[in-house]
């Protein structure tokens, strides 16, 4: 399977329902919300799936991407979907495994885009917001957008909600460091 994404660019994905990409409209309303601010950017994706957000980040100038994923045959695809759009002077890393514990090995660095997009029954919410904001994973200026199930209530922990959309079944939360 595949789907298109910024310049009409064809990236592969999953098939079956291991994997769900980010809605199209999902993707360019993220995009358009961080519209002039992703040239040059540090991306991390998590839960990275097909890796449709990180392409899509590539394709719009970000200077490195590096997604977490847990499933071996996703970070497959996206290894091949970051290699066919990255630009030479572009670096990009796939790591595989447990996001909380890969999120430990990235202490030190900082982002200034995160999108993280878990499976939406999991509890991986509140873990992941934890470790983003304790081991200062944002870049001052930085936001993070968490995708989710409308009415999930996602708690600010150190880190300020900015701005919620709502998007037919999507819901996004955009926090800032505080």
Known sequence: MSLRIYGNRSIKTLPGQETRPT????REAVFNIWQ????????????????SMGAEALCRG??????????????????????????PEQSYQV??????????????????????DPPYDSDLYVLVLSAIA?????????????????????????????????YGNTALTFYQAL
């Open 23 to 26: 809605l199209a409209r999902v």
């Open 36 to 51: 002039g601010s992703i040239e040059q950017c540090r991306w991390l994706d998590l839960c990275t799936g097909s890796g």
């Open 62 to 87: 970000a200077s490195i991407v590096i997604g977490i994923e847990q499933s071996t045959a996703a970070c497959r695809i996206i290894e091949q979907n970051w290699k066919q759009v990255a630009k």
């Open 95 to 116: 790591l595989r495994g447990d996001v909380v514990k890969r999120l430990e090995k990235l202490a030190g660095q900082q982002f200034d885009r995160i999108y993280f």
């Open 134 to 166: 304790s081991l200062n994973l944002l870049a001052p200026r930085g936001e993070l957008a968490v995708e989710h199930r409308p009415g999930l209530t996602l708690p600010e922990l150190s880190l300020t909600i900015v701005r919620e959309k709502r």
